[in-house]
């Protein structure tokens, strides 16, 4: 399928149930997780709905997020998200046997939209990882977002600032259009540790264990060595 009737056709879909859609908006409380509100909530919001980041809100997301198997629902990250800056809190969640894996992870679902936003200030994920690369520290790092087994999903205008780990993984999916990306991950004091950050987990050239995955316009992440 081309790549502007793939994801005019997922958006298609999506609209389609908009006589039944619903709209959770993550509520955010200051110096405290904003993560448990999210995953109460989701239950009641895993098929034919969007589930919104407000803009103008910074959230805490200071444990990891799993959502259900979703269905005609938009993820879209419109506020500021950041993760803990203590390198030993995130060391204790990611060893732990409870860790699903990345710090946003997709179990699976159809019709999935991962959408940030256009606003320059606005719609970052923040990883704090200028305190890992400064402390060359690479035990028990926190991956990022696991956009695992789903059929025809976009990912859009997502920003990262500093990620700590790979950034998005896309094992068991299909039919995925990713777009308009931005990864900065420039150190402010040249310390880098790692050789290399990508925008989708890539094996040999081309996105592994994933079937007809189309990726533009979402330039190699920066670095300054």
């Known amino acids: 399928m081309a790549p502007f009737s793939r994801i005019a056709s997922i958006i298609a879909i999506v609209s389609s149930a908009a006589s039944a859609w619903k ?15 999210l995953m109460a909530a989701l239950p009641d919001y895993t098929s034919d709905s969007t589930i919104l980041f407000k803009k103008g809100m910074k959230y805490n997301i200071f444990t990891p997020v799993k959502f259900l ?28 046997s409870s860790f699903p894996g990345s710090w946003f992870t997709f ?16 719609g970052w994920v923040d990883g704090q990882g200028q305190a ?7 035990v028990n790092r926190p991956h990022g977002c696991a956009f695992s087994k789903i059929n025809n999903g976009v990912i859009w205008d997502m920003k990262l600032w500093k ?13 995925i259009h990713a777009f308009n ?3 900065v991950a ?17 094996k040999g050239g081309s996105v592994a264990d994933v079937q007809d995955v189309l990726i533009e316009n979402t330039p190699a992440p920066r670095y300054l060595i």
Do not use: C, M
């Not at 004091?189 to 990508?198: A, C, L, M, R, W």
């Open 186 to 202: 420039v150190s402010d004091t040249k310390s880098f540790p790692f050789t290399y950050f990508v925008a989708l987990e890539r």
């Open 132 to 138: 890992w690369w400064d402390a060359q520290q690479q």
């Open 163 to 175: 990620p700590i780990a790979w950034n998005f993984a896309t094992s068991g999916a299909s039919n």
């Open 23 to 37: 709209t959770f908006t993550v509520p955010h409380t200051d110096g405290q997780d904003d993560t448990p509100a």
């Open 107 to 122: 179990t699976g679902g159809n019709n999935v939209i991962l959408r940030g936003s256009q606003d320059p200030e606005w």
């Open 69 to 96: 198997v979703l269905n005609n629902v938009e993820v879209r990250i419109e506020g500021n998200l950041t993760y803990p800056a203590d390198i030993p809190t995130i060391q204790a969640i990611v060893g732990s």
């Open 181 to 183: 990306n931005k990864i």
